[in-house]
T-cell receptor, first 113, second 111 residues
Framework: ETGVTQSPTHLIKTRGQQVTLRCSSQ?????VSWYQQALGQGPQFIFQ???????GRGNFPPRFSGLQFPNYSSELNVNALELDDSALYLC????????????FGSGTRLTVV | DAKTTQPTSMDCAEGRAANLPCNHS???????VYWYRQIHSQGPQYIIH???NNETNEMASLIITEDRKSSTLILPHATLRDTAVYYC????????????FGKGTKLTVNP
């Protein structure tokens, strides 16, 4: 049983650019959630995808968007990057309705300069 | 906003029990208490969850008060590898599946 894999592990982008982060969910899981974690803070919910559709969104602007693919993997896209977007981006997969079975990846560290 | 309140930091001696408290005074009847931990530079790791009964697994024990307004996570024999930030989260089972994290408790296990 493989866990959640995220790529890349680290990324440096310039303000105004666009970025795509990728996540492969754990085998058997059908739901993917994305979280943003600023330094010294707890993770903040961005959105969740289930059956390839957005299924809940946190307080993030529309320039944060995502996709889920038929194999349940997912992408997080951020347009028009701002300095405050610098953070650790975490992907978590789960089996919908199971409740406790969130498995997190190790995250992508994004630095915007 | 997070529905839980936790101490910012705690220390524990290696080999001793670590007792991490959490207040969730506004918890509703269908909300569970979840505990996750995050070791530096890794994603959060699920530890345990419960509704109203005490729970135990291979990692920890969860003690929930009778009025469900607070709980305690117990690591029975803390090791250096248990040094991490511990998050207490209340979440409705079957509802929105998002996790609302607070700032958690930074537990430092000392040799």
């Amino acid at each position: 049983e493989t866990g959640v894999t995220q790529s890349p592990t680290h990324l440096i982008k310039t303000r105004g650019q666009q970025v795509t982060l990728r996540c492969s969910s754990q085998s058997g899981h059908n739901t993917v959630s994305w979280y943003q974690q600023a330094l010294g803070q707890g993770p903040q919910f961005i959105f969740q995808y289930y059956r390839e559709e957005e299924n809940g969104r946190g307080n993030f602007p529309p320039r944060f968007s995502g996709l889920q693919f038929p194999n349940y993997s997912s992408e997080l896209n951020v347009n028009a990057l701002e300095l405050d977007d610098s953070a650790l981006y975490l992907c978590a997969s789960s089996l919908r309705g199971q409740g406790y079975g969130y498995t997190f990846g190790s995250g992508t560290r994004l630095t915007v300069v | 906003d997070a529905k839980t309140t936790q101490p910012t930091s705690m220390d524990c001696a290696e080999g001793r029990a670590a007792n991490l408290p959490c207040n969730h005074s506004t918890i509703s009847g269908n909300e569970y208490v979840y505990w996750y931990r995050q070791i530096h530079s890794q994603g959060p790791q699920y530890i345990i969850h419960g509704l109203k009964n005490n729970e135990t697994n291979e990692m920890a024990s969860l003690i929930i008060t009778e009025d469900r307004k607070s709980s305690t996570l117990i690591l029975p024999h803390a090791t250096l590898r248990d040094t991490a930030v511990y998050y207490c989260i209340v979440r409705e089972q079957g509802g929105s599946e998002k996790l609302v994290f607070g700032k958690g408790t930074k537990l430092t296990v000392n040799p």
